[in-house]
C-alpha cells in the first residue's frame, strides 16, 4: 500500500504487570496501526505498520497515555520494512539473558475492582483475590521475567474458561492481567484453629467473629503474616503484646476508611493521599486525643501508625469489622515476618488463636511501608511493600554493576546498573538466621529479575556485620568499604539528585569510624566520592559496651560523670540504680568494656534516663522516640551546648545532659526538658554547621540518619539553616535511617569507579592520580 510505513518500538521502564501491552492493543486500534506487542526481558517491544501521521500519532500517545500503573523512562523508535500485515495482536514473551525490565510493586485494588468486590450481581462478589491490569499482587508474586502468568505463583492456578474470555479480551480490563482470577479458579481462603485444624463456615464472617470476641487471629497478607485484634479491646491488645513479646513498640491500626483514620489520628491532605494512594503504607501521624483505641496500642508515643485496607482481603475484613483493629507483623520480637504457611503455623501457633490464610504462595516477604510526611513531602522510616522494587533514578551512570550490601540494623540491599538502583524491601535485623537467609535469597533473587551480575560490591566497615561478611566471602567482584557515616550523606545526596559537594550532619546510633571509635554524630565535608571529618559530639564511653545501648541509664551516667566529675548531684536516675552506678563510672573512666562513642542516639538515650522516660529499651531507638513524643511544642527555651571551634569541631553534649539534670533537680516539666534539649541541640548544630560553611565557603548541606527521623529535631535544624540562607537536603525517597545506607554505599562504589577509570585513563604520573583498591588488603 502506498505511503505504509513499519517501525520497530522498544519501551523501557515500568512497563510489564501494569496493562502496558493490552493498553497498546487499544492504541493500535484507535490510531489505525497493525502489528504486534510483546514483553521481554528488556521491556516492551513492539512493531507497528502504517502511515506516518498515525505512527507518529501511536508513538506519541504511547509516552504519553500511558496506563496509571506505568512509568516509562524511554522510547526508541527505528524504520523497518513493511510487511503488509493486518490487524494488531500481543506475541508470546521473549526471553534472554538481558534483563533490563522492571518489576512493578504490588498495588491497592482499584475502584473498578472495589465495586465488584461488593456487588452481589457480579460473579467476583466478596472475592478476596480480585484484581486487573491497574491493580493487585506484583513484586510479591513474581519469581522471574518476562512477566507472564508462568513467571508468578499465579502459575499455580489454572484460569476458568470465563476468565480465559477476559484475559484475551482487548476490550476488557483483565486483558493479560497475569493475576486474574475468581472464585471459581483463583486461590481458596481458609481458617485454622491454632491446632491448625479447618474450622466450618465462611472464613471471613468466623474471622470477624473472632475478633469481636477479643481472639488474636494471623492473617495472611501480600507479603507475609499480619497478627490482628480489635483496637479497642485493651484486654485483647495486652496478650497480643505479651504472647508476641513486644513490651512496647507501637503497633500500627488498620481503619475501614479514611473517615475512621481521621477519627484516630489528625490528617492533614498529604497524609490522605499516602492513605488512599496505590501504594497504601502505614503513615504515622499525630494521635487525636479522644482516639477510640486502647492505650497499649502506642504506648509512650504521641504518634499513631494508621493505614487503609491494601488488598481484597483486608477491604472485606475491615468492611465487616466496621471497627479499627491492630494490624501489626507476624512474628516474634527479633524475627522476620512468616511469609510461607508452614512456617507461620509453626512460629504463631503460640500467639495466634487462629489463621485466616490462602493458598496463593508468597514468593518474596515484603513489610509494610511506613512513611511520615514533613513539609508535604514522604519521609520514609521503612520502604518496603507498595514502594519496591521500583528503582530510584539516579542522574549517574553506574559504569558497572554494582550491589551494595547495607547495614547491620534495618537492613536493606541496592543492586545497581545504568542510572537505576534497586533497593531492596525492608530485611530487618541481620543478627537472626532467617533475616540473614532472606538477605541473601533476596540478593539473588534481584540479581536475576534485573539482570544484574555485580563487578562491584560495597560493603561497610564494620568488620562483624554480616553484610560485611557475605561481601568478603564473595571473590569475583571487587570489593568497597564505605564508612557508614558517609554513606548516609551519599544516599541523602543520592535521593536529591545532587552531586557537588556538601556539609553533611550524619546523626544516628552508631557506626564504625574510621578511627577505631564508634561514630554517631557527625560532621562531615563529603561528596560521593570521598569525605572527611570535620567534626562530631564530644565522644563519651559506653559503660559496658552493648549494655550501654539496652540499657541508657548507662549513658546517663557516662555524660553525667563527664559533665559533673565527682560531683555529680543526688539525681532519681542514680537512685534508681545506686547499685551499679559506681560500677559503670568506674568502666567509663577505666575505658574497660567501654569503647568510646560520638553517638547522637546514646546522647538521646542519656537525656531520656535523666528526664525519667526511658532507663532500659526493649527496642531500638526506643528512649529517643518516647523524648521525642514528650515535647512540649510551646516551650522556647534551649539550653546552651558548647561549639569548640578548633580544627575538628567537637559540641559538648554533655552540657545538654548536665542543664538536664539542673531542671530535674529544679522540679522542672519533663516536657519542657524535652523541648529545651532538642531546642539546644538544633541550635548548637546550627552554629557549627555556619562555622564549615565560614571555613569551607559551602552552602548545602545533607541531613541523614537515623535521628532525623525525628521530625521535631528535623525542623528545627532545617528551619535554623535555611534562616542563615543554607540549602538543605532532606530525604524523601529513601529512609534517612539504615533503610537507606545502601544506596549510598552503591553511589559511593560508582563515583570511586568512575574516578578510578579517569585515572587509568590519565597520562599523568601514578603519584599525581587518585587511587581505587580493587580488592581489600
Known amino acids: 500500500m502506498t505511503g505504509v510505513e513499519r517501525i520497530r518500538v522498544r ?37 507497528a505498520e502504517g502511515h506516518r501521521p498515525d505512527l507518529d500519532g501511536f508513538v506519541a500517545a504511547l509516552r504519553q497515555q500511558a496506563p496509571p500503573l506505568a512509568i516509562v523512562d524511554q522510547v526508541t523508535v527505528e524504520a523497518t520494512d513493511p510487511t503488509g500485515e493486518t490487524g494488531f495482536r500481543i506475541v508470546a514473551s521473549e526471553g534472554g539473558a538481558l534483563r533490563e525490565a522492571l518489576v512493578a510493586p504490588d498495588t491497592a485494588p482499584c475502584a473498578d475492582c472495589l465495586a465488584e468486590l461488593v456487588d452481589p450481581a457480579c460473579r467476583r462478589f466478596g472475592h478476596p483475590f480480585t484484581n486487573c491490569t491497574n491493580c493487585g499482587p506484583r513484586f510479591t508474586i513474581v519469581t522471574g521475567v518476562p512477566y507472564d502468568r508462568h513467571t508468578t505463583t499465579m502459575a499455580d492456578f489454572a484460569m476458568c474458561a470465563a476468565c480465559e474470555r477476559e484475559y484475551r479480551d482487548p476490550q476488557d480490563r483483565r486483558f493479560h492481567a497475569q493475576p486474574v482470577c475468581c472464585p471459581s479458579c483463583g486461590p481458596a481462603l481458609r481458617l485454622l484453629g491454632a491446632d491448625g485444624l479447618p474450622v466450618p463456615g465462611d472464613p471471613i464472617t468466623t474471622a470477624v467473629t473472632w475478633l469481636r470476641q477479643g481472639r488474636i487471629l494471623a492473617v495472611k497478607g501480600l507479603g507475609g503474616y499480619h497478627l490482628a485484634v480489635l483496637a479497642d479491646q485493651a484486654r485483647a491488645v495486652d496478650v497480643l503484646r505479651a504472647r508476641k513479646r513486644r513490651e512496647v513498640r507501637p503497633f500500627a491500626v488498620m481503619a475501614p476508611d479514611l473517615a475512621a483514620a481521621g477519627a484516630l489520628v489528625h490528617l492533614r491532605p498529604e497524609a490522605e493521599r499516602l492513605l488512599t494512594g496505590i501504594r497504601r503504607p502505614i503513615v504515622l501521624a499525630p494521635r487525636r486525643e479522644n482516639a477510640a483505641i486502647a492505650e497499649a496500642v502506642a504506648p509512650g508515643s504521641r504518634d499513631l501508625g494508621v493505614m487503609l485496607p491494601h488488598t481484597p482481603l483486608h477491604h472485606l475484613l475491615a468492611g465487616q469489622t466496621a471497627r479499627p483493629f491492630v494490624l501489626t507483623s507476624g512474628n516474634l520480637s527479633g524475627e522476620p515476618i512468616a511469609c510461607h504457611d508452614e512456617d507461620a503455623l509453626r512460629r504463631l501457633s503460640s500467639v495466634a488463636d487462629g489463621f485466616l490464610l490462602h493458598d496463593r504462595r508468597i514468593h518474596v516477604r515484603a513489610d509494610d511501608s511506613l512513611i511520615r510526611v514533613y513539609r508535604g513531602r514522604e519521609l520514609p522510616i521503612r520502604r518496603s511493600r507498595g514502594y519496591v522494587p521500583a528503582p530510584i533514578t539516579v542522574p549517574w ?20 546498573k545504568g542510572v537505576q538502583a534497586f533497593v531492596s524491601h525492608h530485611i530487618g535485623d541481620l543478627e537472626n538466621y532467617e533475616t540473614l537467609r532472606s538477605f541473601t535469597e533476596g540478593i539473588d533473587h534481584f540479581c536475576r529479575i534485573f539482570g544484574v551480575r555485580p563487578a562491584v560490591i560495597a560493603h561497610d566497615l564494620h568488620p562483624e ?9 564473595q571473590h569475583e567482584p571487587d570489593l568497597v568499604g564505605v564508612q557508614h557515616h558517609h554513606a548516609h550523606i551519599a544516599s541523602c545526596l543520592a535521593d536529591n539528585g545532587y552531586a557537588g559537594q556538601v556539609i553533611g550532619v550524619a546523626f544516628d546510633g552508631l557506626g564504625f569510624g574510621t578511627d577505631g571509635t564508634l561514630w554517631g554524630g557527625e560532621l562531615l565535608i563529603a561528596d560521593l566520592t570521598t569525605f572527611h571529618r570535620a567534626g562530631h559530639l564530644e565522644a ?7 549494655a550501654a545501648i539496652r540499657q541508657p541509664w548507662r549513658m546517663a551516667a557516662a555524660f553525667l560523670d563527664r559533665g559533673y566529675g565527682d560531683d555529680v548531684p543526688d539525681l532519681p536516675v542514680r537512685r534508681r540504680h545506686h547499685d551499679r552506678w559506681a560500677a559503670a563510672v568506674a568502666l567509663a573512666r577505666t575505658g574497660t568494656n567501654s569503647p568510646l562513642t560520638s553517638s547522637a542516639g ?26 521525642e513524643a514528650r515535647v512540649d511544642p510551646a516551650e522556647q527555651g534551649a539550653y546552651p551546648m558548647r561549639v569548640d571551634d578548633g580544627d575538628l569541631l567537637v559540641m559538648a553534649g554533655s552540657d545538654l545532659v548536665r542543664s538536664a539534670a539542673e531542671d530535674v533537680r529544679s522540679g522542672v516539666a519533663v516536657e ?78 560508582a563515583a570511586r569507579d568512575r574516578l578510578s577509570r579517569c585515572a587509568e585513563a590519565d597520562p599523568r604520573p601514578a603519584h599525581r592520580r587518585s587511587s581505587y583498591p580493587r580488592k581489600p588488603s
Open 465 to 473: 556485620y554480616l553484610s560485611t561478611k557475605y561481601a568478603m566471602e
Open 11 to 47: 519501551v523501557h521502564g515500568l512497563v510489564q504487570g501494569v496493562g502496558f501491552r493490552p493498553f497498546v492493543c487499544v492504541l493500535a486500534g484507535e490510531h489505525g496501526v497493525a502489528g504486534f506487542v510483546g514483553n521481554d526481558a528488556g521491556g516492551v517491544f513492539i512493531e
Open 540 to 546: 563519651v564511653p559506653m559503660p559496658g559496651g552493648a
Open 672 to 749: 519542657r526538658i524535652a523541648a529545651r534539649f532538642h531546642n539546644g541541640l538544633a541550635a548548637a548544630v546550627v552554629r557549627a554547621v555556619r562555622s564549615l560553611r565560614d571555613r569551607t565557603g559551602l552552602e548545602t548541606v545533607a541531613l541523614s540518619g537515623g535521628v532525623f527521623q525525628n521530625v521535631i529535631l528535623l525542623e528545627l535544624v532545617v528551619s535554623g539553616l535555611e534562616r542563615h540562607g543554607l540549602q538543605v537536603l532532606v530525604h524523601s525517597r529513601v529512609p534517612p535511617g539504615d533503610g537507606g545506607i545502601s544506596l549510598g554505599q552503591a553511589v559511593v562504589a
Open 602 to 627: 546514646r546522647l538521646f538515650d542519656a537525656v531520656s534516663a535523666v528526664a525519667g522516660i526511658r532507663d532500659v529499651i526493649t527496642y531500638e531507638g526506643q528512649a529517643a522516640a518516647e523524648l
Open 397 to 416: 551512570p553506574f559504569p558497572r554493576p554494582v550491589l551494595a550490601c547495607g547495614a547491620e540494623l534495618k537492613n536493606t540491599f541496592c543492586v545497581a
